[in-house]
Structures are given as structure tokens and as C-alpha cells.
């Protein structure tokens, strides 16, 4: 079992940076395929970005191409998010998540088995 730990969100002004981070502690971190995930006030978790084990392939939710980055370190076990030109509606809690089910990405979130406890963002228009 992982656990995972969010840090870096804030309250940002729109067009500004934030760097998130994800913790994970407990097994190997390079076993995992992970994700980011956001849920904002009153609408459903949705995808953010994913990246392979490796770290070779990377996939992003349309709105968020050419703005935000996913990258990992295997060697510190942890996650990051960086989100440049951010907007109002990027407001929400985000979500790392983890899975050995797969070596590659993927969108759906029911194959990630492990979620941090979600670190809050707020951009301020």
C-alpha cells in the first residue's frame, strides 16, 4: 500500500503558477502509474493529467494542454503539477492518485486504488 500526501496549493491571482506536489511513502513509487485528479464546489471529480511509470508517456484533459505539466521523481517518491496562466475555473481540490494495475495512462478514475486527502487551489479573477 502507498500513501500519499498533496502540498502547494493556494490562492493565486488568474494568469498566475502554482506547483503542486505528492508525496508518497510506503512502497516503491516507480511500481505506479499516476495521476492528478480535481474536484471543484459541487461538480464531479474530474480528470487532470496522468503519467506513466516511467514517466515516458503523459496525457492531459483538454482544458488544461499547453498549461499545466505533469511530471514525477522516482527518486524523491513524488508527483508534481505544475500549472502556469491559471484561470478561475482551474478552482478546486486536487487529487493525486496511484495504481500498479497499469504501466501506461489512463483517464478513468476507477483503476487508480490509492488518493491523497486533496490540497486546495483558489484563483482569484
Known amino acids: 500500500q502507498v500513501q500519499l500526501v498533496e502540498s502547494g496549493g493556494g490562492l493565486v491571482q488568474a494568469g498566475g503558477s502554482l506547483r503542486l506536489s505528492c508525496a508518497a511513502s510506503?512502497?516503491?513509487?516507480?511500481?505506479?502509474?499516476m495521476s492528478w485528479f480535481r474536484q471543484a464546489p459541487g461538480k464531479e471529480r474530474e480528470f487532470v493529467a496522468a503519467?506513466?511509470?516511467?514517466?515516458?508517456?503523459?496525457a492531459y484533459e483538454d482544458s488544461v494542454k499547453g498549461r499545466f505539466t505533469i511530471s514525477r521523481d522516482n527518486a524523491k517518491n513524488t508527483l508534481y503539477l505544475q500549472m502556469n496562466n491559471l484561470k478561475a475555473e482551474d478552482t478546486a481540490d486536487y487529487y493525486c492518485?496511484?495504481?500498479?494495475?497499469?504501466?501506461?495512462?489512463?483517464?478513468?478514475?476507477?483503476?487508480?486504488?490509492?488518493w491523497g486527502q486533496g490540497t486546495q487551489v483558489t484563483v482569484s479573477s
Open positions: 492518485a496511484a495504481t500498479v494495475r497499469i504501466t501506461g495512462v489512463t483517464m478513468n478514475p476507477s483503476v487508480y486504488d490509492y
Open positions: 503519467i506513466s511509470r516511467s514517466a515516458i508517456s503523459t
Open positions: 510506503g512502497r516503491t513509487f516507480s511500481n505506479y502509474a
